[in-house]
C-alpha cells in the first residue's frame, strides 16, 4: 500500500509524528515523507536525526488554509497529528483550541479532498467522547466535520476516517514524564485522584492503529484501539517502584476539565461498532435530515449497553504497569542517567 507513495505527516514534530515518521522510513519503500509544522527550530532538529532525502520539510499553520493546500498537492496518504492537546492551555485558551483543532482540521481535509488524497486518518482522543474540557469538544468537533465531510465525496477518490486513542505513554506532556522527572528531584509525587484511571498505550501501538486505518477504513469510520488501563495511583507505585524512589505521594485532587475515567467507545457507538479483535470499528452515521429517523425511530439497546472505559477495560495492577513502562525506551533512557532527560524533541 505504501510502496512509491507520498505521505503528508501534519504535526510532524511532534512525538507522536516522528515516530509515524520514524516507522515509514525504516519499514516501508514509502518514496517521499513530508513534515508539516510551524516550529522550524524543531524541523531543524530534525534534519539533523533524520538523515534521509525522502523526508521533505514543509513550514505552515494549518489555520492558513494556502499552507495547508500546498503541502497536499500530489499527496497519497495523510496522517493529520497537528492539534493543541494540552487540557490546561485549551481551557485558559478555547478558540486558540477552536482555531487549530477546529478550523485547522477543516483546512486540512477540505484540501485534501480538492486535491483528491486517497488516505486521510485525523489523530482524535478518548476525551472526545463525551467531552468536559475545551480540548476533548475541539476533537470531538473534528470528528464530526470529517464524519461529514466523508458523506460528500466519492470514496474511490478519498477516504477519511479518524483514529481514537487512549493516553501515550511517556508522550510530550503526559503525566509518566513529571512522575519521573518528580522521583529523580525527590520531591513529593503529586496524584490527583489515586482512584482515577487512565488508558496505557505505547507509541508503537498507537502507530499499529493508524496503519490499520490506513489499510481498512471506509469512509467516515473511526477506529479505537483496545488498550489496559491502571489507576493513577498504581502508575505512581510503579514509577516508583522502577526508580528505586522513597518520595512521598500526594494527593493534590482533580484538576479542572478531567475526568475520574476516560471514554473510548460511548454507550451510543458501542450499538454500531464492529469489533475486530484488537479494534473497535465505528462506522459514519449516515442517517439524513429526515427527522424521523430522529425522532420517531430510537434505538432501545441504547439505554442498556455499557460503554468502552478505563475503568472497565483490562486493568493492570502495580507489577503489570511496571512490565509495561520498563518496555519503554523513554523508561530505558531514564534509568541510564542520573539526571532527568525528559521525552525525546
Do not use: W
Not at 478555547?94 to 485525523?122: R, Y
Not at 488501563?229 to 484538576?255: H, P, Q
Amino acid at each position: 500500500m505504501f510502496s512509491n507513495k507520498t505521505l503528508l505527516i501534519t504535526g510532524g514534530t511532534g512525538s507522536f509524528g516522528q515516530k509515524m515518521l520514524r516507522y515509514f522510513i525504516e519499514n516501508t519503500n514509502i518514496q517521499q515523507i513530508r513534515i508539516f509544522s510551524r516550529d522550524e527550530e524543531k524541523q531543524n532538529r530534525m534534519r539533523g536525526i533524520f538523515k534521509d532525502d525522502r523526508i521533505k520539510y514543509y513550514i505552515g499553520d494549518v489555520r492558513n488554509f494556502d499552507s495547508v493546500n500546498d503541502a497536499t498537492k500530489c499527496v497519497d496518504l495523510i496522517f493529520h497529528a497537528a492539534a493543541l492537546k494540552q487540557v490546561p492551555s485549551c481551557e485558559f485558551y478555547p478558540m486558540e483550541a477552536v482555531a487549530t483543532n477546529v478550523i485547522g482540521a477543516n483546512n486540512l481535509l477540505k484540501a485534501a479532498c480538492e486535491n483528491k488524497v486517497k488516505n486521510v486518518v485525523v489523530l482524535s482522543t478518548d476525551k472526545a467522547v463525551k467531552p468536559v474540557n475545551a480540548m476533548g469538544m475541539t476533537k470531538a468537533l473534528m470528528e464530526k466535520i470529517m464524519i461529514a465531510k466523508s458523506q460528500t465525496i466519492d470514496s474511490k477518490e478519498s477516504v477519511l476516517c479518524a483514529t481514537r486513542y487512549g493516553n501515550v505513554m511517556a508522550s510530550r506532556g503526559s503525566v509518566i514524564p513529571l512522575f519521573v522527572k518528580q522521583c529523580k528531584q525527590n520531591v513529593p509525587i503529586t496524584v490527583t485522584d489515586p482512584d482515577m484511571t487512565r488508558f496505557l498505550m505505547s507509541l508503537e501501538e498507537s502507530i499499529k492503529l493508524v496503519l490499520f486505518a490506513f489499510e481498512n477504513a471506509n469512509n467516515g469510520d473511526v477506529f479505537v484501539q483496545k488498550a489496559p488501563a491502571s489507576t493513577i495511583m498504581d502508575l505512581a507505585l510503579a514509577i516508583k517502584e522502577i526508580f528505586n524512589a522513597k518520595n512521598d505521594i500526594k494527593i493534590i485532587g482533580t484538576r479542572h476539565g478531567e475526568k475520574a475515567h476516560e471514554i473510548l467507545v460511548g454507550c451510543e457507538e458501542i450499538v454500531k461498532a464492529e469489533n475486530l479483535g484488537s479494534f473497535y470499528r465505528i462506522p459514519a452515521d449516515t442517517r439524513t435530515l429526515n427527522y424521523d429517523i430522529f425522532f420517531v425511530d430510537g434505538n432501545k439497546k441504547v439505554s442498556s449497553v455499557e460503554e468502552y472505559t478505563s475503568a472497565n477495560t483490562t486493568r493492570l495492577d502495580v507489577d503489570g504497569v511496571i512490565k509495561k513502562l520498563l518496555d519503554l525506551d523513554y523508561i530505558q533512557t531514564e534509568l541510564k542517567t542520573k539526571e532527568y532527560v525528559g521525552v525525546a524533541k
